[in-house]
Structures are given as structure tokens and as C-alpha cells.
């Protein structure tokens, strides 16, 4: 009886040193503004993004949507061209989605244009 329960318990300490490949936590590391908005996001591989401006003026451009492959850091920006444009207070939306919006970041900026300038 007693070689049954150290053998138990010597199985029980090897099958909980086993690794387990974890999926790292994926993460927006910041968002910034200039010409159209742009995040970092890190460790976020077979993720969609979502990049939302929503304001009283927002006059093109208010979701850019897309899809992360590859590399373990990438940057995810509005388009170049035909850029978002807008002119007031808007508030910027950056969510990470896999089937629903996991990672979410916001903030709020003044848009003039193109420009995405005062981010808070």
C-alpha cells in the first residue's frame, strides 16, 4: 500500500512538471497620432484589428479594419491613401479581436484633416 501511494505521488510531481506551451497575452503598447493613427501591437499573431474615429466630424475613413500575420511586433495604422480625415474632438478606438474584441485601448484627439494631433 505504501509503494502504491509514493508511486502515486511520484507520478503526481512528474505529470505537474510537464511543459505546457502557453499562447502569450497579446497587448497594445501604444497609439499615436500624426498623419492617421497608428498602434503598436505585440504578440498578437492570427488576430483581426479594428481601428474606430468616431466625432461629430469625422467626414471619411472612421473604420479601418484588418487582419495580423507574422512578425511578433507590428504596427497597425489608418490608410495612407485615401486618408481618414475629420476636423474636431474624436475619440479613437483600437481593439484586438479574435470573434469579439479582446484587447480594447481608447482615446481622444483633436483631428484636423488628415492629422490626428493633442492625443490623450
Excluded at 106 to 118: D, K, Q, Y
Aim: with cysteine.
Amino acid at each position: 500500500m505504501k509503494k502504491t501511494i509514493i508511486c502515486v505521488l511520484i507520478l503526481t510531481l512528474l505529470g505537474s512538471c510537464a511543459v505546457i506551451p502557453a499562447m502569450a497575452t497579446p497587448e497594445i503598447t501604444g497609439v499615436r497620432g500624426g498623419y492617421g493613427v497608428a498602434a503598436t501591437v505585440v504578440d498578437a499573431n492570427g488576430f483581426d484589428w479594428e481601428i474606430e474615429l468616431t466625432g461629430a466630424h469625422i467626414l471619411q475613413g472612421g473604420i479601418t479594419e484588418g487582419a495580423i500575420s507574422g512578425s511578433n511586433t507590428t504596427t497597425i495604422r489608418t490608410p495612407i491613401f485615401p486618408p481618414s480625415l475629420g476636423i474636431g474632438k474624436i475619440n479613437i478606438t483600437v481593439s484586438l479581436i479574435f470573434v469579439i474584441p479582446l484587447i480594447v485601448e481608447e482615446r481622444h484627439a483633436f483631428m484636423l484633416g488628415p492629422f490626428v494631433l493633442f492625443m490623450q
